[in-house]
């Protein structure tokens, strides 16, 4: 779906913020004949590389839907595996990205999530809250219908309450009430393993992103797959609804 690109093509000017759905890690560990969680331990390194790449090609923001809100549907097994694999990423890697001006950002609800996991999450944003380099943002049980939805009923309470005038909500205070608020829209936003859907993922945010789906599944998603997803960004007429000059 996307030509390959030198990685001179894409240095000098990549997008703002860059946001992947990471899919395929089941798919590319059962063509090997592998467990599922080695799909997953593979898709953590690649989620790392991603990170590392788009630091170095000058991406400001990276969102990575690393857990879903429907992912608890999964086999407990599975699940448990992915938390056992978040609680160690958090522990290797704050390290490294907070020496290197890396800040760390989540977003999604924390209800279900183990209390220890909430305080690593605690943790690595403290470290990281005053870095000024890459913006890596991880969606973590998170769902964008559950996200629109708080964000109206946060509006509404206010209202109900008089401290915000119904006639006055637009655009702009509905997106502060977002998760996201503060960050600025994706401009790209990429899907691997050939699907072409968000699967509710950043509904609101990504209205005028520019969609790029990889056949690869994210386990093989390497420097060379960013560099060609932003080749073909660039390659985009991003006109915003108007007419065709």
């Known amino acids: 779906m996307i030509e390959p690109v030198s990685t001179s093509a894409v240095a000098a000017k990549p997008p703002v913020h860059i946001a992947i759905i990471m899919d395929g890690n089941g798919r590319w560990a059962k063509a090997r004949g592998l467990p599922r969680v080695a799909g997953h331990q593979r898709g953590a390194e690649a ?3 991603a990170v590392r790449a788009c630091r170095e090609l000058g991406v400001r923001y990276l969102t990575l839907y690393a857990f879903s809100s429907e992912n608890w549907k999964r086999p407990v097994a599975e699940v448990e595996d992915l938390m056992s694999l978040l609680r160690y990423y958090l522990r290797r890697e704050v390290g490294e990205l907070e020496a290197q001006g890396v800040r760390l950002r989540f977003i999604g609800s924390r209800e279900r999530l183990a209390p220890d996991i909430v305080t690593e999450i605690e943790a690595a944003e403290s470290r990281t809250r005053h870095n000024e380099g890459l913006v890596v943002v991880v969606a973590l049980n998170y769902g964008s219908h559950e996200e629109i939805v708080h964000a109206a009923r946060s509006l509404a309470r206010d209202a109900a309450h008089g401290t915000v005038r119904p006639d006055d909500i637009d655009e702009t205070m509905f997106a502060a009430r977002l998760s996201t608020d503060g960050i600025p829209n994706p401009d ?20 005028y992103a520019e969609l790029v789906f990889v056949n690869a599944n994210w386990p093989d998603f390497t420097r060379e797959s960013m560099e060609s997803a932003i080749a073909e960004f660039h390659r985009r007429d991003r006109r915003y609804g108007a007419s065709r000059g």
């Open 47 to 49: 989620a790392r590389a």
């Open 188 to 207: 790209l936003l990429i899907r691997t393993s050939g699907e072409q859907r968000l699967s509710n993922f950043l509904l609101w945010q990504a209205a």
